[in-house]
Each structure stands twice: as structure tokens, then as C-alpha cells.
């Protein structure tokens, strides 16, 4: 089992940064591939990024939405990772969730584990 807990999330006003953070626990190591979902109110959860394991290449993907504003990054050592989140929109509006799985196409489909969700919210 995976633990993942998130943290970071906020208020900020359309055009403004924030970092989300999430902290892994349990059977962790840097063999999980992890990443982030999100889900606007009254909308299904969505892919928004996700980040490879393997030590010799790291692999990023992200969701049209959102490429060139996010950016996932881990850091194996602490088994965290981040999503740093800028040039933030209105439609970026949504609780964001950490999530693990063994591949990169599994969590970027149905991620095993799922952390309990931090809400972002952008003002216009």
C-alpha cells in the first residue's frame, strides 16, 4: 500500500503561481510512477501530469490544458513530488489529486493509489 498525502493548495488570483506538494509513504521507493488528477466541480476527474520512475530517464506528460504552464518534478530521495503551477486560469479551478501506479499509462488512465485531493482555487 501507498500513502499519499498533498499539500500546497490555495487561493491565488488568475495569472499567479502555486506549488502543490505530495509527500509518499509506505511501500514507496522511486519504482512508482506518480502524478497528478484533478476534478472541477460538476466535471469528471481529469489527467493533468505525470512523471516517470526509472533512475536512467525521466519521462513527463501532461494534458494539452496544461502543457507549457505545469511543470512535475519528484525528488526520489524524499519520495515527493510537485506540481508547480503557474500562468493559472479560472478554469484551473478544481481539487487536485496526488496519485501513484506502477506506469505512467496507468496513472495517466486509473491510478492505483489516490491521495485525498487539495483544492485549488483561481480568481479572475
Known amino acids: 500500500q501507498v500513502q499519499l498525502v498533498e499539500s500546497g493548495g490555495g487561493l491565488v488570483q488568475a495569472g499567479g503561481s502555486l506549488r502543490l506538494s505530495c509527500a509518499a509513504s509506505g511501500r514507496t521507493g522511486s519504482s512508482y510512477a506518480m502524478g497528478w488528477f484533478r476534478q472541477a466541480p460538476g466535471k469528471d476527474r481529469e489527467f493533468v501530469a505525470a512523471?516517470?520512475?526509472?533512475?536512467?530517464?525521466?519521462?513527463?506528460y501532461y494534458s494539452d490544458s496544461v502543457k507549457g504552464r505545469f511543470t512535475i518534478s519528484r525528488d526520489n530521495a524524499k519520495n515527493t513530488v510537485n506540481l508547480q503551477m503557474n500562468s493559472l486560469k479560472p478554469e484551473d479551478t478544481a481539487v487536485y489529486y496526488c496519485?501513484?501506479?506502477?506506469?505512467?499509462?496507468?496513472?495517466?488512465?486509473?491510478?492505483?493509489?489516490w491521495g485525498q485531493g487539495t483544492q485549488v482555487t483561481v480568481s479572475s
Open positions: 496519485t501513484a501506479g506502477r506506469t505512467t499509462t496507468q496513472i495517466m488512465g486509473v491510478p492505483t493509489y
Open positions: 512523471i516517470s520512475w526509472s533512475p536512467g530517464s525521466t519521462y513527463y
